[in-house]
């Protein structure tokens, strides 16, 4: 078996007709697909966990469109390369041919100089891009080349799919369609896979080299957890270990517990993992799950964010480290965030409702006389800063969204709605 590339390149869809899960995107009748059918292609971001089939769709869409296809790595490419791979496509053009492909995985790894390079190429049509990415583009790519693409979210894959690729291997893998395989038990299969292609495939490969080459190869949950034992990986920033461990941190800081915290901070941190991950996790948390009970952790957050941009590796974990352990010994509240769920949940419910006519501006003459502002009270001319007055459309009068939680900061807050207010908190 060594003369043949490892079981998850062999398994590598050449066409959509081979290619598992995303049918949001590349099923009957969606997006893609029909861009394919089509003949035409803009340049996309894909933005998925790993193993979900990012790169495998790239290929796939150059080979169904016979376009010329250019692939640059982030982890390894510089501004240099960019540009050379930006003048290869140039001169592979003729005429008035399709644009080549440019495939650019982990794109978010790619600094702003880097992403400026590409935008002028994509903007003038010399590359269609295809960039591939596990982190929300919205932080990672900068404005002018986000706007210059689609984005599309690739999921992870569920159960079905997974045995939908066992199937496969079976019929289709040139080693392993010719060995016996009795699928006993498929819950710690699935549960190590996580949803990763990638990972399933190794899971497979890997319980396939325990056995003889004569020997019938029988996958049950005791095997699959001992083998996996046997090959720990320290700390996977590209598989399900990458997301088990940030959940982790972050319930250990919800949870209060400074040490836990900062034990599974060591961890990432150990593991090689993009400082700036952590960081925006710490933003989100701060806000989230700490809020209005303590506002300064969302300053301490951003500072601290702002600071390993200037700091980078082994320094950063000494940031890092004090703004974990700040937020998991910080009061908790989750107000903020409750309150902006609800208040989503009833403009999805009621719709654009029309601002009350004593809120709207009125630069016009004719809006004047329409009576726009008309009944506002300006809150700096009364007592305290305040008039009491409707905000809300009228149909939602009186409706409270926001709940102070039990913490000495919201309960300030709440005595002064109180004291404003009245009964409305």
């Not at 869409?61 to 501004?79: C, D, K, N, T």
């Not at 693409?149 to 079976?170: F, G, R, W």
């Amino acid at each position: 078996m060594s003369s043949y590339p490892p079981l998850a390149e062999r398994m590598r869809p050449k066409s959509l007709s081979d290619y598992i899960g995303q049918k949001h995107l590349v099923g009957e009748g969606a997006v893609l697909r029909k861009m394919l059918e089509s003949g035409k292609i803009s340049s996309i971001l894909l933005w998925g966990p790993p193993g979900v089939g990012k790169t495998t769709l790239a290929k796939i869409i150059a080979h169904q469109l016979e376009r010329p296809f250019y692939v640059l790595s982030a982890v390894s490419s510089g501004v240099k390369d960019v540009r050379e791979a930006i003048e290869k496509a140039r001169n592979s053009r003729f005429f008035n041919s399709a644009s080549p492909i440019l495939f650019i995985d982990e794109i978010h790894r790619f600094s702003k100089s880097q992403q400026d390079s590409l935008l002028g190429a994509v903007e003038e049509g010399v590359v269609t891009l295809i960039g591939a990415t596990t982190e929300n583009p919205s932080f990672e790519v900068i404005s002018p080349l986000l706007s210059r693409c689609q984005v599309y979210v690739l999921k992870s894959l569920e159960n079905a799919d997974l045995m939908d690729l066992y199937h496969l291997i079976l019929k289709n893998d040139v080693v392993l369609k010719n060995r016996t395989f009795f699928l006993k038990e498929e819950d710690a299969l699935m549960r190590f896979a996580g949803g990763d292609a990638r990972k399933f495939l190794n899971i497979i490969e890997l319980v396939t080299n325990s056995h003889d080459d004569a020997e019938e190869i029988v996958i049950t949950n005791e095997k699959v957890t001992e083998l996996l034992q046997q090959n720990p990986a320290q700390y996977d920033k590209n598989g399900e270990m990458h997301y088990d461990i940030i959940s982790a941190f972050i319930k250990s800081i919800r949870g209060s517990d400074p040490d836990a915290a900062v034990y599974w901070l060591a961890r990432m941190v150990e593991g090689g993992e993009d400082p700036k991950f952590i960081a925006r996790r710490l933003l989100i948390s701060a806000a989230e799950d700490i809020g209005l009970a303590n506002p300064n952790a969302l300053l301490l957050a951003t500072n601290a964010f702002e600071a390993i941009k200037m700091v980078g590796w082994p320094e950063s974990r000494i940031i890092l480290s004090e703004v974990t352990i700040y937020l998991a010994t910080c009061p908790k509240s989750n107000s903020a965030y409750m309150a902006i769920n609800q208040a989503q949940a009833l403009v999805r419910e009621t719709g654009n409702l029309p601002v009350p006519l004593h809120l709207r501006n009125a630069p016009t003459q004719l809006m004047k006389e329409l009576d726009y502002g008309k009944a506002y009270k300006y809150s700096h001319d009364f007592p305290n800063n305040f008039a009491e007055q409707e905000f809300l459309p009228e149909k939602l009068s009186k409706k409270q969204l926001w709940t102070p939680q039990n913490n000495p900061q919201e309960a300030k807050l709440r005595e002064r709605m109180e004291f404003l207010w009245k009964k409305k908190y």
